[in-house]
Nanobody, 124 residues
């Protein structure tokens, strides 16, 4: 079993920045692929970004490309999502997810463990 805990959400003005953290218990991060998804009220959960087990591959949704950046600290077993140039449409609950399989996954169904989420609100 892997426990996933997100933190770092909050209220920020448009154009501002936030850094989300995702701490995963259990094995080292190199054993897992990881991803971020977000869900706004009344909308489906959507893919934001993902990183492969090796850390050698990262992908981003077109809506956040160039503004969001993934990184990870192996020693702390933590994945980060640096979010810059935030827009009101980025407002959502952001969930971190962990998968045991190889490669990059874009679908929520391909992830095995989820955190409770952290709220990000961007005011205009």
């Amino acid at each position: 079993q892997v426990q996933v805990v997100e933190s770092g959400g909050g209220l920020v003005q448009a154009g501002g920045s936030l850094r989300l953290s995702c701490a995963a218990s259990g094995r080292a991060l190199s054993a897992y692929g990881m991803g971020w998804f977000r869900q706004a009220p009344g909308k489906e959960r959507e893919f934001v970004a993902a990183i492969s087990r090796s850390g050698g591959s990262t992908v981003y949704a077109d809506s956040v490309k160039g503004r969001f950046t993934l990184s990870r600290d192996i020693a702390k077993n933590t994945l980060y999502l640096q979010m810059s140039s935030l827009k009101p449409e980025d407002t959502a609950v952001y969930h971190c997810a962990v998968r045991r399989g190889p490669g990059i996954a874009y679908s929520p169904g391909h992830y095995d463990y989820w955190g409770q989420g952290t709220q990000v609100t961007v005011s205009s």
